[in-house]
């Protein structure tokens, strides 16, 4: 993980930096750090482009070892923060030509707790997330996407892992933002976590309960995390 950068999530008038990230605009810490080295990886994809509607569910490729949280429990709650942005495009893949970083994926089901753990068919993740060095995307869609959910109820996330950066006296842990929609679910506003991670314990919103033990592959970290929702 990156090294950490200094400003507050919650205070967002600190941020006085305005970083150009392709045709995107980043408002966020000033780096405190040496330049982050490019996506650890040849290759990387450009973000796939907006479209108004979800994909449509296809056939099952998924064959992860994600689980649900213990015993099928509903996933816990973990706060928004002031950087959600609506719209984002739908896309399994954040990553941007030439994007700094360490490569990140992250494999799950989406399942709901009233239907004894069953999977959910095109429920949707809404995914955003810092920079290697801690900056929020504040007028674009960078590092900002949707997922809808297969027909066997996965997901997979394909980004980078995200950078430290200084909540009031703190550094935040590494984390992810998700909200997790479906019909006939009570929407799920979380964070993902990482384990060990060296911010973790002195955080006021980390959760064990929503950690992810990231492995090293031949492309970067990977991790599985399934959620579980509560019916309406």
């Known amino acids: 993980m990156s090294e950490p950068v200094d400003p507050s999530e919650h205070d967002v008038s600190r941020r006085a930096l305005v970083v150009g990230l392709g045709s995107a605009v980043i408002v966020g810490p000033a780096c405190a750090s040496p330049p982050t080295p490019a996506v650890e990886r040849q290759g990387v994809p450009p973000a796939h482009a907006d479209a108004a509607t979800p994909p449509t569910a ?64 095109n429920a949707s993740l809404d995914v955003w997330q810092a920079d290697s060095v801690g900056r929020y995307d504040r007028r674009g869609f960078v590092l900002r996407g949707r997922i809808a959910t297969k027909s066997d109820g996965s997901y997979e996330l394909r980004t980078i892992v995200p950078g430290y950066y200084l909540d009031g006296g703190k550094y935040r842990p590494s984390h992810i933002h998700v909200k997790v929609t479906a019909p006939g679910y009570i929407t799920l506003v979380t964070q993902l976590y990482f384990k060990d991670d060296p911010y973790s314990a002195a955080d006021a919103l980390f959760l064990p309960e929503l950690e992810i033990a990231l492995q090293q592959d031949a492309l970067g970290k990977v991790g599985a995390f399934d959620f579980v929702l509560r019916t309406t």
């Open 58 to 121: 296809d056939a099952a490729t998924f064959d992860g070892d994600a689980q649900p949280t213990p015993a099928c429990d509903e996933t816990k709650e973990n706060p928004e923060g002031p950087f959600y942005s609506a719209g984002a495009p739908w896309r399994d893949t954040l990553l941007d030509a030439g994007m700094a970083g360490t490569l990140l994926t992250i494999r799950g089901h989406i399942r709901g707790v009233g239907l004894g753990c069953e999977p959910i068919q």
